[in-house]
């Protein structure tokens, strides 16, 4: 891991993730629009990922160039500038689809890491 202070951010985004795929795990689209905890949840666990991926250190993202890191602090930023405009469907989606991809990529990290 290119600076040590990362492994800790790491942990924290895999932590995340893990609560959005326990939210919405088992749950259609329209189960997960009609839960509003679900979804507030959810939203705010994205939020958290992307936040955290900011602090993560150029040199960490440099040798992970598989993450979609624009993307997913994108998503942060709206979130967190225009939560009213976003669509269960977008989180839903991105939790189903995007989310696995990630959480490979997180433990391809962890597995590097030194202890």
């Not at 995340?16 to 939203?43: K, N, P």
């Not at 900011?54 to 979609?68: A, C, F, H, M, Q």
């Amino acid at each position: 891991m290119p600076i040590k202070k990362d492994k800790p951010l790491i942990l924290l985004i895999s932590k995340y993730i893990d609560r959005i795929i326990e939210f919405t795990d088992g749950l259609t689209l329209e189960e997960f629009s009609e839960s509003q905890i679900t979804y507030d949840a959810c939203v705010l666990n994205l939020l958290n990922i992307g936040e955290t991926l900011k602090k993560v250190s150029k040199g960490l993202k440099n040798k992970y160039p598989n993450i979609e890191y624009k993307k997913i602090i994108g998503l942060r930023n709206i979130i967190a500038h225009h939560y009213e405009a976003i669509e269960p469907y977008r989180v839903f989606q991105f939790a189903k689809n995007d989310l696995p991809k990630l959480k490979t990529e997180i433990e391809k990290i962890l597995n590097n890491a030194p202890n």
